[in-house]
């Protein structure tokens, strides 16, 4: 007879469990630990800053106050890029307190006090200041100062000022206004106070009552107030012509204090002075951020080796000189750098 048949497999080794505690680790040996990965951390850390960074780009550029300021079409085509910077005497922003202390007077002015063409292009960049009691035509309203402009704009249709500016620059130089930066009173002091302050050399001392100004020879570092009342004078013997000469030198020093490493890499003076120009910069409806960028490059350019000037004119900061006003501006429209006879005072 045979033997009942075996069901089932065999055990294998792997089933049979050992009896008994488990195999103690030799002594003086460690578990294995997994080392880092600290390239796929670098790589998670610059994505989540790429995505802060651009966030934040979004968020100025939402911000920024826009206003239309070019014209749907021009009658004036030229090479590189032309921006129009207004420095608006507007007090609306500041309070009774702040314009008894900065002395900027009536909060009813609608002036503007600073008016510059910012040329760019394949050469160094060119910074041209226009005297803001040139005559010029201005369209539907004829022969006045320059800087009334923006004034009877607003008053033809509120938000019109910048439009009307615009047109007169471009009917006066021949030159197409690409950009629009216009920045008032409220948004100068932000920015200067954003920084720390702006280091400047003083080339002679200045005293000001109109202005709140009383300022010593000298480099030193210029705080809001000063440095408001320091572009804002004309109590020097150079009247006109020397405010416009420190309004291009305090621009100047004031785009190397925006653009040096000790601002752009501490974010305790990045976020303000961001967050202050996005309120304070007024620009066209279809300016963004990435243009105020390449603006402020551009500024850089032209204390790095760049040109700067006024209109040349031909009897105090009223008439121009027609010839070397029109040689500077056409010299421009070819994206040329102007020099000689066609720079002004």
Same mark, same amino acid.
């Given at each position: 007879?045979?033997?009942? &048949?075996?069901?089932?497999?065999?055990?294998?080794?792997?089933?049979?469990?050992?009896?008994?505690?488990?195999?103690?680790?030799?002594?003086?040996?460690?578990?294995?630990?997994?080392?880092?990965?600290?390239?796929?951390?670098?790589?998670?850390?610059?994505?989540?800053?790429?995505?802060?960074?651009?966030?934040? $780009?979004?968020?100025?550029?939402?911000?920024?106050?826009?206003?239309?300021? %070019?014209?749907?079409?021009?009658?004036?085509?030229?090479?590189?890029?032309?921006?129009? !910077?207004?420095?608006?005497?507007?007090?609306?922003?500041?309070?009774?307190?702040?314009? $008894? &202390?900065?002395?900027?007077? /009536?909060?009813?002015?609608?002036?503007?006090?600073? !008016?510059?063409?910012?040329?760019?292009?394949?050469?160094?960049?060119?910074?041209?200041?226009?005297?803001?009691?040139?005559?010029?035509?201005?369209?539907?309203?004829?022969?006045?100062?320059?800087?009334?402009?923006?004034?009877?704009?607003?008053? /033809?249709?509120?938000?019109?000022?910048?439009?009307?500016?615009?047109?007169?620059? &471009?009917?006066?130089?021949?030159?197409? !206004?690409?950009?629009?930066?216009?920045?008032?009173?409220?948004?100068?002091?932000?920015?200067?106070?954003?920084?720390?302050?702006?280091?400047?050399?003083?080339?002679?001392?200045?005293? /000001?009552?109109?202005?709140?100004?009383?300022?010593?020879?000298?480099? #030193?570092?210029?705080? #809001? $107030?000063?440095?408001?009342?320091?572009?804002?004078?004309? =109590?020097?013997?150079?009247?006109?012509?020397?405010?416009?000469?420190?309004?291009? =030198?305090?621009? *100047?020093?004031?785009?190397?204090?925006?653009?040096?490493?000790?601002?752009?890499?501490?974010?305790?003076?990045?976020?303000?002075?961001?967050?202050?120009?996005?309120?304070?910069?007024?620009?066209?409806?279809?300016?963004?951020?990435?243009?105020?960028?390449?603006?402020?490059? *551009?500024?850089?350019?032209?204390?790095?080796?760049?040109?700067?000037?006024?209109?040349?004119?031909?009897?105090? *900061?009223?008439?121009?000189?027609?010839?070397? *006003?029109?040689? %500077?501006? #056409?010299?421009?429209?070819?994206?040329?750098?102007?020099?000689?006879? #066609?720079?002004?005072?």
């Amino acid at each position: 007879m045979l033997p009942p &048949e075996r069901t089932g497999r065999p055990a294998r080794p792997s089933d049979r469990r050992p009896s008994g505690p488990p195999p103690r680790r030799p002594a003086g040996t460690r578990p294995p630990t997994r080392r880092p990965d600290w390239g796929r951390r670098i790589r998670t850390g610059l994505v989540v800053l790429l995505v802060l960074v651009v966030g934040f $780009a979004v968020y100025i550029d939402v911000s920024l106050d826009r206003v239309a300021a %070019l014209p749907d079409e021009s009658a004036n085509s030229t090479s590189g890029t032309n921006y129009l !910077i207004v420095g608006s005497d507007s007090r609306a922003d500041l309070t009774p307190e702040q314009r $008894a &202390e900065l002395a900027t007077g /009536d909060p009813e002015s609608e002036l503007t006090d600073t !008016i510059m063409l910012l040329h760019t292009g394949s050469g160094p960049s060119t910074l041209v200041s226009i005297p803001r009691d040139s005559l010029v035509e201005i369209p539907g309203h004829g022969r006045h100062k320059i800087n009334s402009a923006y004034g009877r704009g607003e008053r /033809d249709a509120p938000g019109s000022g910048p439009g009307l500016l615009v047109s007169t620059v &471009e009917g006066a130089t021949g030159l197409h !206004i690409d950009h629009y930066v216009q920045i008032g009173f409220t948004g100068f002091v932000n920015v200067v106070d954003a920084v720390g302050g702006v280091d400047l050399c003083v080339p002679e001392a200045i005293t /000001d009552p109109k202005a709140a100004l009383d300022i010593e020879a000298g480099c #030193q570092t210029l705080d #809001q $107030a000063t440095a408001l009342g320091y572009v804002r004078t004309r =109590a020097t013997a150079s009247s006109d012509f020397g405010r416009v000469e420190r309004q291009r =030198a305090f621009i *100047a020093a004031l785009l190397q204090k925006v653009t040096s490493p000790t601002t752009l890499l501490n974010p305790f003076r990045i976020v303000p002075l961001a967050t202050g120009l996005s309120s304070a910069i007024t620009v066209d409806e279809g300016d963004h951020v990435w243009n105020l960028a390449f603006f402020g490059l *551009a500024m850089r350019g032209v204390s790095d080796g760049g040109v700067t000037t006024t209109v040349p004119v031909r009897d105090g *900061a009223v008439n121009w000189d027609r010839d070397r *006003a029109s040689a %500077l501006f #056409q010299t421009l429209a070819d994206d040329g750098v102007p020099s000689g006879t #066609q720079l002004g005072p």
